[in-house]
């Protein structure tokens, strides 16, 4: 078995939902969660300006899957939940980010392992360290000695219900 850390959004719809929607068809893929860090709310970054707050969590999945099988699991589920993909960080029903594959470290054109803003966003931090008090990336990276703004990011509901 292979462990996959994936970080879940959503700014459109029921929101909450959607996150669980997303959990119950991961592991109907393969891709069973295993650990679920709270919901966050958090307010929109990188996109336009004029969206709803998101909420996120951060899952931690067992699967047999290879990486790149689990990135098309993940884009599966995010078209059954209506994804769309008109405006670079706009809103969406559903994004599902693949963060860590077990140690490995991935540079292909449609995958990269860790995610590459990862450590950048609060949203991921945050919820990642509720998993794992003090997790290092495959390069050696403590995410602890990272300086991560928690600024806009606030606590909304308990973990998702695992499968």
Same mark, same amino acid.
Not at 44 to 50: K, Q, R, T, W
Not at 135 to 142: C, E, F, K, Q, W
């Given at each position: 078995m292979h462990v996959a850390t994936l970080g879940l959004g959503a700014n459109l719809g029921?929101?909450?939902r959607s996150l669980q929607s997303a959990v119950d068809l991961l592991a109907a893929e393969g891709v069973r969660a295993v650990a679920s860090?709270? +919901?966050?709310e958090t307010d %929109?970054?990188?996109?336009?300006?004029?969206q709803p707050p998101y909420l996120n969590a951060v899952i931690r999945?067992?699967?047999?899957?290879? %990486?790149?099988? +689990?990135?098309?699991?993940?884009?599966r589920v995010e078209a059954e939940l209506g994804r769309t993909?008109? +405006?670079?960080?706009? %809103?969406?029903?559903?994004?599902?980010? +693949?963060?860590?594959?077990d140690e490995l470290i991935v540079n292909e054109p449609r995958l990269t392992i860790p995610h590459p803003r990862m450590t950048e966003r609060s949203f991921v931090v945050l919820p990642l360290l509720e998993l794992d008090p003090d997790?290092?990336?495959?390069?050696?990276?403590?995410i602890l000695d990272l300086a991560v703004d928690g600024e806009g990011a606030r606590p909304y509901a308990p973990p998702l219900v695992l499968p």
């Open positions: 029921d929101r909450l860090s709270r +919901v966050w %929109p970054a990188g996109g336009p300006p004029d999945t067992e699967t047999q899957a290879a %990486p790149q099988e +689990v990135l098309a699991a993940c884009n993909r008109e +405006v670079r960080w706009g %809103p969406r029903t559903i994004d599902i980010d +693949v963060l860590l594959y997790p290092v990336l495959a390069d050696g990276t403590r």
